[in-house]
């Protein structure tokens, strides 16, 4: 499976290197570029790329929240490393939802999953349960899982939003909602979805806001209905008080139910359980990560 180094386009280059050329021709045109000084960028023309280089840097990476980040040295600390082998994440879900079928997301994790060129961030596939195989309402659907969840991990759950998880309360970004449509036409027919992901370390010490600006092209932030499944088929994430914590960058919460969507659910591990609660989505916190998945080209 190769690696993703880079998703600029054929015609996204073409269009950078206009805009460097016109740039030339605007500066000559109003006289900030003589003779003398074409000549002097051209003997120092080492040190006149690398500013330019500098510029695109500073360009291309968004700095909106940037305050919103702080240093972490959080990890997964109860030994998770990578998901689960697909097969068994897939047993794992037919033992709680039998009737889901597993053989069109086994073919494709056989004949197209390994043809991928995925981010070195990538951790795996992930088995994810299609949108909509429970509920139309997106809040039924995680409730489901959540439930699902709590059984796993032997009643050793709580949700601290227990009966506020309706449309007026939560949401799906559009984001993601966007990113999982492309990934249900690229899987059709499959009640189970593989996705790669990455659990919470590449956006660790981000607040949710601060995550979502940095996501690359093709990334998006996982929602709480899918971490969730991912907690279930990969039993030994979270399992310790200093582990990781996870946000769902994929997800909206309105405390109020007021249209004041500013929080964002997430997954922490105290006294013994995993619990369920939101919070603000500007809060930046070392031992949380965003949680994100990738759309394949």
Request: hydrophobic share 35%.
């Given at each position: 499976?190769?690696?993703?180094?880079?998703?600029?386009?054929?015609?996204?280059?073409?269009q950078?290197?206009?805009?460097?050329?016109?740039?030339?021709?605007?500066?000559i045109?109003?006289?900030?570029?003589?003779?003398?000084?074409?000549?002097?960028?051209?003997?120092?023309?080492?040190?006149?790329?690398?500013?330019?280089?500098?510029?695109?840097?500073?360009?291309?990476?968004?700095?909106?929240?940037?305050?919103e980040?702080?240093?972490?040295?959080?990890?997964?600390?109860?030994?998770?490393?990578?998901?689960?082998?697909?097969?068994?994440?897939?047993d794992?879900?037919?033992?709680?939802?039998p009737?889901?079928?597993?053989?069109?997301?086994?073919?494709?994790?056989?004949?197209?999953?390994?043809?991928?060129?995925?981010?070195?961030?990538?951790?795996?596939?992930?088995?994810?349960?299609?949108?909509?195989?429970?509920?139309?309402?997106?809040?039924?659907?995680?409730?489901?899982?959540?439930?699902?969840?709590?059984?796993?991990?032997?009643?050793?759950?709580?949700n601290?939003?227990?009966?506020?998880?309706?449309?007026?309360?939560?949401?799906?970004?559009?984001?993601?909602?966007?990113?999982?449509?492309?990934?249900?036409?690229?899987?059709?027919?499959?009640?189970?979805?593989?996705?790669?992901?990455?659990?919470?370390?590449?956006?660790?010490?981000?607040?949710?806001?601060r995550a979502?600006?940095?996501?690359?092209?093709?990334?998006?932030?996982?929602?709480?209905?899918?971490?969730?499944?991912?907690?279930?088929?990969?039993?030994?994430?979270?399992?310790?008080?200093?582990?990781?914590?996870?946000?769902?960058?994929?997800?909206?919460?309105?405390?109020?139910?007021?249209?004041?969507?500013?929080?964002?659910?997430?997954?922490y591990?105290?006294?013994?359980?995993?619990?369920?609660?939101?919070?603000?989505?500007?809060?930046?916190?070392?031992?949380?990560?965003?949680?994100?998945?990738?759309?394949?080209?």
């Amino acid at each position: 499976m190769g690696t993703l180094i880079t998703a600029v386009t054929d015609g996204q280059k073409k269009q950078v290197k206009r805009f460097a050329e016109d740039a030339v021709d605007r500066a000559i045109a109003e006289g900030v570029l003589n003779k003398d000084g074409a000549q002097k960028l051209i003997m120092n023309g080492d040190e006149f790329q690398a500013r330019i280089i500098t510029d695109i840097r500073e360009l291309s990476v968004s700095n909106q929240f940037a305050d919103e980040e702080v240093r972490s040295s959080y990890s997964y600390l109860s030994g998770y490393k990578k998901p689960v082998p697909l097969e068994g994440q897939i047993d794992i879900l037919r033992s709680y939802w039998p009737k889901l079928n597993p053989d069109p997301a086994i073919r494709y994790m056989s004949e197209m999953y390994p043809k991928l060129q995925l981010p070195g961030w990538i951790e795996g596939p992930f088995a994810l349960i299609r949108p909509g195989f429970f509920s139309d309402i997106y809040g039924e659907e995680l409730e489901e899982v959540l439930e699902a969840l709590a059984k796993a991990r032997g009643g050793k759950f709580y949700n601290y939003r227990q009966g506020q998880l309706g449309p007026k309360y939560l949401r799906q970004s559009s984001a993601t909602v966007a990113m999982q449509k492309c990934i249900v036409e690229q899987q059709p027919g499959s009640d189970i979805l593989i996705v790669p992901e990455q659990f919470g370390i590449r956006h660790r010490g981000r607040s949710v806001r601060r995550a979502r600006e940095v996501f690359v092209a093709s990334e998006f932030g996982e929602g709480a209905k899918n971490v969730g499944t991912m907690l279930i088929t990969n039993p030994i994430r979270l399992q310790h008080y200093d582990d990781l914590w996870i946000d769902c960058a994929g997800d909206e919460y309105a405390p109020g139910a007021d249209g004041d969507f500013s929080y964002a659910p997430c997954f922490y591990f105290s006294v013994g359980q995993v619990r369920f609660v939101t919070h603000w989505f500007v809060s930046a916190s070392d031992d949380y990560g965003s949680a994100s998945g990738f759309l394949p080209q």
